[in-house]
T-cell receptor, first 111, second 114 residues
């Protein structure tokens, strides 16, 4: 059974600090997605990573994928309060037919 | 309407009721999905439809019955549910076959089973 783990599950950080969220998965896949969910709202796509070594950046967020290590990271640079949300990684295990989500990392950025 | 819409947004039902959740996507996508999001578990994929054909059913109990009459509409029919079925039900759509199946999610239906 495929397992997708995220670390940490809860993260409280101060504005201006840097941090990394980790996503580990237990089966072979070269397609990984990151989503954001604000409280009481639905999921919004952040990044699509489609190959080993893929790196994507948007604003203060940067995501990378190491398919050999079965690891993706979401790096936060100089956090701001607006980044407070829950972040999910999702592994695509059958090319658009089956996705397995991680448990989510709840991020709180404090002033 | 734009994106993915879901109705109703909230639903309370008894264990003997029958109800349906509706999802509509306005993105021209060819794949639609039902997910269950509960407090104690990660987001769970329930059903996948590509080109109106069901391609995945992740061991979902038969009290949940999906229907996809066309590529823009997706229903989830509910009957004799259990209290543990209370959750947020999310619909999503994507363009299958484009190389990157980014999913676009609706706002969800929050279901409470009494």
């Amino acid at each position: 059974e495929l397992k997708v783990e995220q670390n940490p599950l809860f993260l409280s950080m101060q504005e201006g600090k840097n941090y990394t969220i980790y996503c580990n998965y237990s089966t072979t896949s070269d397609r990984l997605y990151w989503y954001r969910q604000d409280p009481g709202k639905s999921l919004e796509s952040l990044f699509v990573l489609l190959s080993n070594g893929a790196v994507k950046q948007e604003g203060r967020l940067m995501a990378s994928l190491d398919t050999k290590a079965r690891l993706s990271t979401l790096h936060i640079t100089a956090a701001v309060h607006d980044l407070s949300a829950t972040y999910f990684c999702a592994v695509d295990i059958t090319y658009g037919q089956n996705f397995v989500f991680g448990p989510g990392t709840r991020l709180s950025v404090l002033p | 309407e734009t994106g993915v819409t879901q109705t109703p947004r909230h639903l309370v039902m008894g264990m003997t009721n029958k109800k349906s959740l509706k999802c509509e996507q306005h993105l021209g996508h060819n794949a639609m999905y039902w997910y269950k999001q509960s407090a104690k578990k990660p987001l769970e994929l329930m059903f996948v439809y590509n080109f109106k054909e069901q391609t995945e059913n992740n061991s979902v109990p038969s009290r949940f019955s999906p229907e996809c009459p066309n590529s823009s509409h997706l229903f989830l029919h509910l009957h004799t549910l259990q209290p543990e079925d209370s959750a947020l039900y999310l619909c999503a759509s994507s363009q299958f076959g484009q190389g990157a199946e980014t999913q676009y999610f609706g706002p969800g239906t929050r279901l409470l089973v009494l």
